[in-house]
Structure formats: C-alpha cells, structure tokens
C-alpha cells in the first residue's frame, strides 16, 4: 500500500519559514519524481515545486528564490523549505509521487498539510 504523509505545516508570520516532509512507503521512492504542489481556497491546484528522481529541480515563478526542494533516498522523503513567506503562501500542500516506466505511470498523492501565513 503506497503512503505518502506530509508533515511540517503551521501557522506562521510574514517572513518566516517553514519545512515541510513527505515521507513515502510502498513505492520505489529513488525511481521517483516529487512534487510539491499547493492549493490555495478559491483556487486551483499548483505545482510549487519539483524534483526528479535523478535530483534535477524546478520551481514555480512565485517561490523562486525562496523555497528549496530536496530529497533523501535514504529515509525515502522529500523536504520543501520555505523561506521569507507570504500570506499568499497560504495554502494547503500535497505531496505527489509520479513514476514513469514502460509499462505504466503511476501517480500517488498525500492527504496535505496546512501552511498559514498571517499575522
């Protein structure tokens, strides 16, 4: 059974920083590309992050400079770190795990974490 649980969200000010995990089991997580995506209420989900399995990474416009993703192979989780954030930050973020093979494109999905930036 493929899990994939975020942690790491919070209430927090303007300009502070937040890091969020996705720890994942029942997939082969180095074959793996992550992303962090975000859905803010009202609005439609977006990509905020990725990274693929061989470590390459894109970011979306709006968080470039400020968040950083990474991942451990070795304790099969991806990390975002959030720097100077905003209350357009504010959002709820998913985990996603998609594998690509020859026979099939898996995609897998966490049930999210909260990030609130207010004062």
């Known amino acids: 059974q493929v899990q994939l649980l975020e942690s790491g969200g919070d209430l927090v000010q303007p300009g502070g920083s937040l890091r969020l995990s996705c720890a994942a089991s029942?997939?082969?997580?180095?074959?793996?590309?992550m992303v962090w995506y975000r859905q803010a209420p009202g609005k439609q989900r977006e990509l905020g992050a990725g990274?693929?399995?061989?470590?390459?990474?894109n970011y979306a416009d709006s968080v470039k400079g400020r968040f950083t993703i990474s991942r451990d192979n070795a304790k099969n989780t991806v990390y975002l770190q959030m720097n100077s954030l905003k209350p357009e930050d504010t959002a709820v973020y998913y985990c996603?795990?998609?594998?690509?093979?020859?026979?099939?494109?898996?995609?897998?999905w966490g049930q999210g974490t909260q990030v609130t930036v207010s004062s």
């Open positions: 029942g997939i082969i997580f180095s074959l793996s590309n």
């Open positions: 996603n795990a998609k594998r690509v093979s020859r026979s099939s494109i898996d995609v897998y």
């Open positions: 990274i693929s399995s061989g470590g390459r990474t």
